[in-house]
């Protein structure tokens, strides 16, 4: 273990995915610590090793044959058994009617319950059932678009009765589907334009969740959202809209780090797939688009995952500011890149504290 290799470019863009933290790449490569002897995946929580020190591998097998052995904190050699447990489950939710419980895709994987859920949500940012609610509801939009009566969408997309399409703690439109399928007339949608660290910040919502987060000039948001909905009621409130605006606020004063506000943004079922990974994304680390594109088992599809990036209607919700590029370089944001930056840098150093 005393051998010191020249390192590589790619051995450099492993280094820095081990200062990331990046569960992304778990998996993908192993790195071996010559002072401990130990070798771990690139998110290991355990204090982060000097570079000098530092071997990386392909695969546990090399790991061993150079004499490390696996970290007891995150268990290297378990990383390729949970992503193709939380695949199965993921595949068990798309297809099995009706679907499966907790319980169910457990025995099915042979995890327990609590295992189950704390990998699923790590790997995918969402728990099993938000998971099938979200697919549920991607089937009645698709459904619907294409002309389906709201009873044929329902029965189509895995819904046993009309009750649970319209229950408020299952449904995915956030508004009725009638409503939907007539391109939101009839639906009302609160907003404010608010101030903000990084000027006027618009927040929308609906009864369900919200629908729009945006940073900008004030007169041109509130077009923007206009020109959005103009089946839409509009009604201007900010004191409905408080626990939104407060939470907002003091995520960007750097008091909560985590935003799990409810959203009825709507978006295509690989957008939302994007979001989802992207809300998984920790409070002041990055990843790139590539690594995005991992996330949610599309390498090839880099730049979809841009492109959905850049459709996030959901600013700071859905921190798409966290996406850079390959080399680190921040890259485009829809809110405009001086902003990206100050939050990038906000987020680091307060991370830092």
Known sequence: MTQVLSPTPQDEVRWQAVLNRDASQDGQFYYGVRSTGIYCHPSCPSRRPRRENVRFFDDPQGAQVAGFRPCLRCRPGEVGA???AVMHVQ?????VEPTPSLAQLAEAVGLSPFHLQRVFKAETGLSPKQYALARRGERVRRELREGASVTAALYAAGHASSRTLYDRSTDQLGMTPGRYRAGGAGETITFAVT??????MLVAATGRGLVAVRLGEAGVLEQELRAEYPRATLVQDAAALGGYIEALHGHL?????D??????APG???QRRVWAALRSIPYGETRSYAQ????IGEPRAVRAVARACAANPLALVV??????????????YRWGTERKRRLLDHEQVTAAD
């Open 82 to 84: 949970r992503r193709r």
């Open 91 to 95: 595949h068990l939710l798309d297809t």
């Open 195 to 200: 101030g903000s660290v990084l000027g006027p």
């Open 253 to 257: 004063a750097g008091v909560r780090r």
């Open 259 to 264: 935003l799990p506000l409810a959203s009825d």
């Open 268 to 270: 295509t079922d690989f």
């Open 292 to 295: 995005v594109a991992e996330m």
């Open 319 to 332: 921190p798409c500011h966290r996406v850079v590029r390959a080399g680190g370089d921040p890259g485009g």
